[in-house]
């Protein structure tokens, strides 16, 4: 079955830069979430989409910012890298938003910020 | 407010044991849903059990069981006769929709090593 897709793996970036990464939700997913899991922590919540809309906001800081376009891909976009920005970062679909919708996870964006 | 408690931190056991891994929450929802995800070394989160709370049946498949409790708020994971490949951290998740969308509270997770 398909699953939800991320890109890139694996991301370097220098202080102070730009990284860009893309989800591509389950087929037929309407919703979108966004989680960054530091070194030996749980995954927090960043922000989250439903129907191209976004539906919810937990602790995304404000040099990030996210959309989900109209074939329901997402991306995260995140300016002015710092080091503590290093962490893995994943996108989840879901088919609703409702909290019976189970939400399933991608493989992952390791990102490293140097 | 809702909160997820994973008291174990780390275990530790060899190939064919029986290990429980711990969960409880808090919540003032009365419908929610509870779930097990387990992160191998590879870093990917997988999927393995949702429960929701009007559900206290306990659940078995395979090598793993569910024990949902709601009178101790707990829902206890087991794996039975352990394997090496059973090494990961799992995670306890508790599904809040008190805001516009559905998100998930995560427990600290528990690292679960299996020697051979």
């Known amino acids: 079955a398909a699953g939800v897709i991320q890109s890139p793996r694996h991301l370097i970036k220098e202080k102070r830069e730009t990284a860009t990464l893309k989800c591509y939700p389950i087929p037929r997913h309407d919703t979108v979430y966004w989680y960054q899991q530091g070194p030996g922590q749980d995954p927090q919540f960043l922000i989250s989409f439903y129907e191209k809309m976004q539906s919810d906001k937990g602790s995304i800081p404000d040099r990030f910012s996210a959309q989900q376009f109209s074939d329901y891909h997402s991306e995260l976009n995140m300016s002015s890298l710092e080091l503590g920005d290093s962490a893995l970062y994943f996108c989840?679909?879901?088919?609703?938003?409702?909290?019976?919708?189970?939400?399933?996870f991608g493989e992952g964006s390791w990102l490293t910020v140097v | 407010a809702q909160k997820v408690t994973q008291a174990q931190t780390e275990i530790s056991v060899v190939e064919k044991e029986d290990v429980t891994l711990d969960c409880v929450y808090e919540?003032?929802?009365?419908?929610?849903?509870l779930f097990w995800y387990k992160q191998p070394p590879s870093g990917e989160l997988v999927f393995l059990i949702r429960?929701?709370?009007?559900?206290?049946q306990n659940e078995i498949s395979g090598r793993y069981s569910w024990n949902f409790q709601k009178s101790t708020s707990s829902f206890n994971f087991t794996i039975t006769a352990s394997q090496v490949v059973d090494s990961a951290v799992y995670f306890c998740?508790?599904?809040?929709?008190?805001?516009?969308?559905?998100?998930?509270?995560f427990g600290t997770g528990t690292l679960l090593a299996v020697q051979p």
């Open positions: 429960r929701n709370s009007f559900d206290e």
């Open positions: 989840a679909s879901s088919l609703g938003r409702d909290t019976r919708d189970t939400i399933y």
């Open positions: 919540t003032r929802d009365t419908t929610y849903y």
């Open positions: 998740a508790l599904s809040e929709a008190d805001g516009a969308t559905n998100k998930l509270i």
